[in-house]
């Protein structure tokens, strides 16, 4: 059982550019979710989806964009990277059930110079 | 509106001592509270959760946590601390009022020394 797998591990970015960063759940996880985590500010929620063809912005989505398309996958992708986005990404799933935990990806870390 | 708070942004303790890493929340309706552990360059991997019942919840590697309602906290604790329990811990919320979203504190850095 895989879990929640997150592609790549690592990545350098040059202003401006555009990349997806991929992640999968094989659970048949309702909710998934995506953080960045910057020091000193824990985790902030970035975008989040309760279903195939249901996503919602968290608190950072500027600059981000999301679909899901199926239940599985959830990709994250930056638009027009900039040098604020250099950070660490989680992607998360949980069940829809409110007693459940997250479970997360080993992340991606992301610098764009 | 759902917020959780970690007062203290390291703790340090010497191996064998208990070791608490403290947390509030507020949140509207019923808390569902979770304590996350983060190692160097890894993922966050799940400790423990307050769902109901028991105020005092048990979990992974010795570590347990004391939901108290009144003062609306969750702190995490154990009671003799290992060299390898130093990493980066978070305490999380969540409740059906806001789509199921997790919201996490920022961080508590737990460094224990031989």
């Known amino acids: 059982n895989a879990g929640v797998t997150q592609t790549p591990k690592f990545q350098v970015l040059k202003t401006g550019q555009s990349m997806t960063l991929q992640c999968a759940q094989d659970?048949?996880?309702?909710?998934m979710s995506w953080y960045r985590q910057d020091p000193g500010m824990g985790l902030r929620l970035i975008h989040y989806?309760?279903?195939?063809?249901?996503?919602d912005q968290g608190e950072v989505p500027n600059g981000y964009n999301v679909s899901r398309s199926t239940t599985e996958d959830f990709p994250l992708r930056l638009l027009s990277a900039a040098p604020s986005q250099t950070s660490v990404y989680f992607c998360?799933?949980?069940?829809?059930?409110?007693?459940?935990?997250?479970?997360f990806g080993q992340g991606t870390r992301l610098t764009v110079v | 509106a759902q917020s959780v708070a970690q007062p203290e942004d390291q703790v340090n303790v010497a191996e064998g001592n208990p070791l608490t890493v403290k947390c509030t929340y507020s949140?509207?309706?019923?808390?569902?509270l979770f304590w996350y552990v983060q190692y160097p360059n890894r993922g966050l991997q799940f400790l423990l959760k307050?769902?109901?019942?028991?105020?005092l919840v048990k979990g992974s590697y010795g570590f347990e946590a004391e939901f108290n309602k009144s003062q609306t906290s969750f702190h995490l604790k154990k009671p003799s601390a290992l060299v390898s329990d130093s990493a980066l811990y978070f305490c999380?919320?969540?409740?059906?009022?806001?789509?199921?979203?997790?919201?996490f504190g920022a961080g508590t850095q737990v460094v224990v020394t031989p």
């Open positions: 998360a799933s949980s069940s829809s059930y409110m007693n459940t935990e997250a479970f």
């Open positions: 659970m048949n996880h309702e909710y």
């Open positions: 989806s309760v279903g195939a063809g249901i996503t």
């Open positions: 949140v509207s309706g019923n808390p569902y």
């Open positions: 307050y769902i109901t019942g028991d105020n």
């Open positions: 999380a919320v969540r409740n059906g009022n806001s789509w199921g979203k997790f919201q």
